[in-house]
């Protein structure tokens, strides 16, 4: 079925080890991963959101070399547990159940005998995986009919099996779908569809919500999304020039899936962490599947590789610089030019030495092909950088 991508994959990295379970999620420009990965015999690497195994499993088997895999969906780890179980992956690859923001605490506790910096990449594949849109009991998916939850870390809301101690741990003081839905404010639900969705009929679908659950509580994927369709009956619309259909439900999902597992946030302290973990010339391999993640990553990026930075980015250099020409005609109209020598003051950014080099010009995207075998690849972003000598420039703060 992925031939296209496969014939792209050099031969060294197809194994004949057998899966020991079913594989639902196919890795996003796993070729594109390896390649800018550069794995080496000896090395150490971390699969910071394991899912199916698809990068962890082509690094062991493309080089001798040990892995980490992380993931905090417990049905993940026990994928990951049964892989490290097979002959060619023992003693090589090492699963851990948690959440990839909490990487160096991890490593500190877990493998307490290594030394920091230890890895020599990283790679990190943000976002939901096909396994968990595809579980309706996940609760993840507008399209299929579950309870509703959401949460990475659960097995669903009806599910209260749990085997491994961590996972009673991160499910502890965890929130749900179904308490967003049914508990929150009205404002508060704008506010999450609104940051985290970008559906400017945000206030719309709140006020929907607030009356629905007022005649009885909203409890599946299903009632939500008719919820949402009947409040924003928008005709189904396209992304750029692919022909998957998506409805006014999707945005919501979205920003409810985000909040719930505090996935931006997570992904700022794992990339706060890579500058510490990493070893000198060690790769970092971001893939992100929309905005909100990508400029996360990319002015972290910039920022340590000393092209712009945090603050910077944070102001729209464009506004600023048009308001400044705006108050200079001001000022000459009215004859107030005195002491105004130039147009706009821009004090020079300090000089930093950079924590990272940037590999590739421009963000790397996935190929007509793959999108043509994969569609859920088709707005996946890579971008990859190689740590340098230098101190951690911390954009988004210390670890400590």
Not at 240 to 250: C, F, I, Q
Request: net charge positive.
């Amino acid at each position: 079925m992925f031939s296209a991508i496969r014939q792209r994959i050099p031969k060294r990295y197809l194994t004949t080890a057998t899966l020991p379970y079913d594989k639902i999620h196919v890795p996003v420009m796993l070729p594109e991963v390896l390649q800018h990965m550069a794995p080496k015999d000896g090395g150490i690497y971390c699969d910071m959101t394991f899912g199916d195994g698809g990068y962890t499993k082509a690094l062991l088997d493309s080089v001798d070399c040990k892995v980490v895999a992380i993931d905090q969906d417990p049905t993940a780890y026990e994928k990951a547990l049964q892989l490290a179980r097979l002959k060619p992956y023992k003693n090589r690859l090492f699963p851990v159940l948690g959440k990839f923001g909490t990487i160096y605490e991890t490593i500190e506790k877990e493998f307490d005998n290594w030394k920091i910096p230890c890895f020599d990449g990283i790679v990190m594949d943000i976002g939901v995986s096909s396994g968990q849109i595809e579980t309706a009991e996940r609760g993840f998916s507008y399209k299929l009919d579950g309870p509703l939850d959401m949460r990475m870390f659960s097995r669903g809301r009806n599910n209260s099996i749990t085997e491994f101690e961590n996972e009673q741990e991160l499910l502890k003081k965890s929130i749900s779908a179904y308490e967003i839905v049914n508990f929150f404010s009205r404002e508060q639900i704008a506010d999450i569809i609104y940051k985290y969705g970008g559906d400017r009929l945000s206030r719309k679908i709140a006020d929907a919500i607030i009356a629905a659950r007022q005649i009885g509580p909203i409890e599946t994927t299903a009632s939500l999304a008719n919820i949402i369709q009947k409040a924003c009956p928008q005709p189904r619309w396209q992304r750029g020039s692919d022909d998957m259909l998506r409805n006014s439900a999707a945005r919501t999902f979205q920003a409810f899936r985000i909040y719930i597992n505090n996935e931006l946030s997570e992904l700022e302290s794992a990339l706060r962490s890579s500058e510490y973990l990493l070893k000198p010339n060690g790769r970092l391999v971001v893939v992100t599947f929309h905005s909100l993640e990508d400029r996360i990553a990319k002015n972290f990026l910039y920022h340590c590789a000393g092209k712009r930075s945090i603050d910077d980015a944070d102001q729209n250099q464009f506004s600023l610089k048009r308001q400044a020409n705006r108050d200079f005609r001001k000022a000459t109209k009215r004859g107030m030019i005195e002491g105004l020598s130039v147009k706009q003051h821009v004090p020079k950014r300090e000089q930093v030495t950079p924590s990272f080099e940037l590999c590739t010009k421009n963000v790397v995207q996935p190929t007509e092909d793959e999108i043509e075998e994969n569609a859920r690849s088709r707005s996946a972003k890579l971008r990859v950088a190689k740590r340098t000598n230098a101190p951690a420039l911390e954009p988004f703060g210390s670890i400590f």
